[in-house]
């Protein structure tokens, strides 16, 4: 009975390590991926590289916008009157 307690626990820790890190892989890739797309930005690699960089911080805004959204759906409703 406490292993299926316990796993219940940490099931969504683990989800949402899962999303987060996936999340910061995308979005840090995405923005590093022009250096390999498009070489003629190879100029600009130190400032593209500085904000590939942020991809975690980028993550972990989304996510936490999005997790007061699903524990707070009427603070989007009252940000939008505003």
Excluded: N, V
């Excluded at 683990?14 to 995405?30: E, K, N, P, Q, V």
């Excluded at 100029?43 to 989304?62: C, H, N, R």
């Amino acid at each position: 009975m406490k292993e299926s307690e316990t796993a219940k626990t940490y099931l969504p820790g683990l989800r949402g390590a899962a999303i987060f890190y996936a999340l910061c892989f995308s979005l840090s890739w995405a923005i590093w991926g022009t250096l390999i797309l498009f070489p003629q930005t190879a100029g600009w690699s130190p400032l593209i590289i500085i904000f590939g960089a942020y991809g975690p911080l980028l993550a972990a805004l989304i996510l936490s916008r999005f997790a007061s959204s699903l524990e707070h759906p009427s603070l989007i409703l009252d940000e939008q009157r505003h």
